[in-house]
């Protein structure tokens, strides 16, 4: 047990720890968030009615307020520093469509200042972390460098240059993007053009916003140039191939996107207040940040770029400003413990990586840099402080994965380390060493599993059962349903929420038509949400006990590729995806060979399926093929968005199939359409 200072994680009253450990991209989004989740409002509307906070939740939370220190007002002064101008209230951005792209009204119960004044079902330290993600406009950082914030998960930031403007991270969609320049900056700034956009990195965040601001016109004709770090189309795109659907579905989950919204509900996305809906869009750059030391000039203004591949995102880069001594940290130092894994899914990140390059950041301009601005969150002003800032971050990262493996080449398992490592005082009363977004817990977990996988050595956990048969096993072992839900009701009154969870779910998995053990499942996942820290747990626990009171609210599903995406989209991921949707049972004992031919792009392949598994080699072609398709990849590019199909692009002559047509419907009768809307909660 720890020294009792600080709540345990959400659920447990006996332990504590010096930081709790509780939530998730990237903020790497997948394209969730398109037009299809505007229609949220109407499926809030039916979900069930929220208990309050029971006695075992207003202590742990009481014990967060007694251990942070509410009087700092440091992040008020500075998230209020600069203010310029903002939209008029109440702030509604509208889209393409008839809804909102962003509505700050719905978050107008969040309100304060510094001062602990949290509801009863929210955690202090988020509810502090939620007020500061409500200021909002465009706010001067320094004399020719401005930021907006307040109206996405992100923070767009913009460049003075000698022509025009310099922008950095332009939002997640193209309907916030083009009214904020229309109506915010260009009235406070001037009508300047765009010279330069920037991607910091590879998430949908910072770049789907983008042809709200230039279009594809001025980037082919040289007038506007996109800058990237290398390896960004591929890292921005795959992200969303091959497991986009099911990271779609979790993202829904992560970012509460169907949760009300009021102190029972959602409250904050954790990085930002949460994320705009609309149309995300994508023009892939035309210069590239390749290596640590390069010195870029934007018009006018010169860069010196810091790489950080595989930190915060595959492909991210930081710079400095030498003639604004200022450091933009993109993703890798901002006002929380961020993700080492995100629970929407994604690669496991470094944390030894990551506190290199912070390690990097300092070396290389520490000296000098007097503001720090990142891509979400506010800046830091002040060497002293920006320092300071950097320095916590750095150990931060260090200390969670040098302690992990100390534990792990110690012969501790992964969620005996997450039990036990806890972040020293010295790291855990700074706000921005919260856990806001990533949590200790989750965090060192994902350490473990990039060093050493997902099996902790024990061998009863190297083949262990589905939850369904292991849970009607459980519930057999434990006495019967009635017998489990009758012991989990007094682990639940000694607020035992994190026990009572684990056991009920055996109840509900071995009999999802068990109503009061999804009851109880859900009042256990309520209570955890409401002692979270973390806006992702949070919003996963009360998401999940919300499905488990009503069900799933269907709304359209979104689509996890935009048309942006698929059209930058590689053709060998393309069939790489045609491979994870191939159905290995119906393609059982089955073959076939195609040729592929894209009349514009110039390109062949022989795509073929044998032993369940697709192949194919490209720059060629095969003469024992079944048949040879050809067509252009602008119309493949509309096969895959679903505008048309391939039946119809033959009978107007606009795709060519020579050879056995049939056997191409007989693969495609192989592929699977994923369901978006998988249970979670529920087998």
């Known amino acids: 047990m720890s020294d009792p ?21 990237a903020t790497g989004l997948s394209g969730v968030m398109g037009e299809a989740l505007a229609q949220t409002a109407a499926a809030r509307a039916t979900s069930a009615t929220n208990k309050p906070a029971t006695p075992a939740t207003l202590d742990i939370n009481r014990q967060y307020a007694e251990f942070l220190s509410f009087a700092d007002a440091q992040d008020f002064e500075d998230a209020s520093r600069g203010l310029v101008a903002t939209l008029p209230e109440p702030v509604i951005i509208k889209g393409k469509g008839n809804f909102p792209a962003w509505d700050l009204r719905q978050f107008a119960f969040v309100k304060g200042g510094p001062e602990n004044n949290a509801p009863p079902t929210v955690n202090p330290s988020l509810w502090r972390n939620a007020k500061l993600n409500m200021h909002h406009g465009l706010f001067q950082v320094v004399d020719g460098i401005w930021q907006v914030r307040g109206y996405d998960l992100s923070v767009m930031s913009i460049i003075r240059g000698n022509q025009g403007y310099i922008v950095i991270d332009p939002f997640v969609t193209e309907d916030v ?20 956009v920037i991607y910091t990195h590879s998430h949908v965040d910072h770049y789907g916003g ?22 960004f189309t591929e890292a921005a795109v795959g992200e969303n191939i091959i497991a986009g659907n099911a990271m779609g579905r979790r993202a829904s989950y992560m970012y509460g996107s169907l949760l009300t919204r009021n102190p029972t509900g959602g409250v904050d996305g954790g990085l930002g207040k949460t994320t705009s809906v609309g149309t ?3 023009i892939t750059p035309t210069m590239f940040a390749e290596k640590t030391g390069q010195t870029m000039t934007l018009d006018g203004v010169e860069l010196t770029v810091l790489m950080a591949p595989e930190s915060e995102a595959p492909s991210e880069f930081m710079f400095y400003l030498p003639k604004f001594k200022a450091f933009c940290a993109a993703e890798d130092a901002t006002h ?17 990586l990551w506190s290199k390059y912070l390690q990097a950041s300092i070396d290389m301009f520490g000296d000098d840099a007097q503001v720090l601005f990142a891509s979400h969150y506010w ?8 320092l300071s800032f950097l320095g916590a971050q750095r150990d931060m990262y260090r200390y969670l994965h040098d302690q992990t493996m100390r534990l792990a080449n110690s012969g501790l398992t992964p969620l005996e380390i997450g039990e036990k490592i806890r972040l020293p005082d010295s790291l855990a009363k700074r706000w921005y060493c919260r856990s806001y977004y990533g949590t200790v817990y989750h965090d060192v977990v994902a350490q ?24 009607k096993r459980y519930v057999e072992f434990m006495g019967g349903a009635a017998a489990v839900l009758s012991k989990a009701q007094a682990y639940y009154d000694q607020g035992e929420y994190r026990w009572v969870a684990e056991v009920v779910n055996h109840v509900v998995f071995s009999n999802p038509q068990n109503t009061a053990a999804k009851q109880m499942l859900a009042d256990a996942y309520e209570q955890l949400g409401y002692q979270s820290e973390s806006a992702s747990w949070r919003n996963f626990y009360l998401t999940g006990a919300q499905e488990l009171r009503v069900g799933i609210k269907k709304v359209p599903a979104p689509a996890p590729q935009s048309p942006d995406t698929i059209r930058a989209m590689p053709l060998d991921m393309f069939l790489d995806f045609l491979g994870i949707r191939l159905n290995g049972d119906r393609a059982a004992g089955k073959s076939i060979l195609l040729n592929l031919t894209l009349t514009d792009t110039k390109e062949n392949y022989v795509v073929g399926v044998e032993n369940s598994a697709i192949h194919y080699s490209k720059g060629k072609t095969s003469n024992s093929a079944n048949a040879s398709i050809t067509m252009t990849r602008a119309n493949l590019n509309n096969v895959m968005l679903g505008s048309t199909t391939m039946q119809k692009l033959v009978m107007s002559g606009d795709a060519k199939i020579d050879g056995d047509s ?9 592929l699977d359409n994923f369901e978006f809307y998988f249970n979670i909660v529920t087998p």
């Open 448 to 471: 473990y599993n990039l060093r050493l996988g997902f099996f902790d050595g024990v061998p009863a956990n190297l083949h262990r059962l589905p939850p369904v048969e292991s849970g």
């Open 662 to 670: 049939q056997k191409l419907g007989e693969f495609i009768s192989w």
């Open 177 to 196: 993007a083009t009214v904020v320049w229309k109506e915010l900056v260009i009235p406070h700034l001037g009508d300047k053009p765009i010279t330069h």
């Open 379 to 386: 800046p830091t002003w002040g060497n002293d402080r920006i």
């Open 280 to 282: 995300i869009t994508l």
């Open 210 to 231: 983008v042809r709200g601001l230039v279009s594809e016109e001025d980037v082919s004709a040289g007038k506007v140039k996109i800058v990237a770090p290398a390896g």
């Open 5 to 25: 200072k600080e709540p345990a994680e959400p659920g447990t009253r006996r332990a504590f720890l010096k930081n709790v450990a509780v939530t998730g991209a």
């Open 336 to 352: 929380t413990l961020h993700n080492l894994y995100t629970l929407r899914g994604a690669k496991v990140r470094d944390a030894l």
